[in-house]
């Protein structure tokens, strides 16, 4: 749950990008789908990712300088 500073936080963020004032019933239902969603795409890579994407980028570079 959401404090009423953190409320008040995310309304001038909110406005800040949107340019809308929102009412606190509101805010918590923006702010728990926003949370929702990140927590749906966010992955964090493992060391094992990092070093294949770090080969990959190499490889990719090895080709463009041949072109």
Do not use: C, V
Not at 37 to 56: D, V
């Amino acid at each position: 749950m959401l404090s009423d500073d953190d409320i008040k936080k995310f309304q001038a963020i909110y406005f800040a990008k949107f340019k809308k004032h929102i009412p606190a019933d509101k805010t918590l239902e923006i702010y728990s789908k926003l949370l929702t969603l990140t927590k749906e795409i966010y992955h964090p890579m493992t060391k094992e990712g990092y070093k294949k994407l770090q080969a990959r980028r190499k490889e990719l570079s090895k080709t463009e300088g041949e072109n």
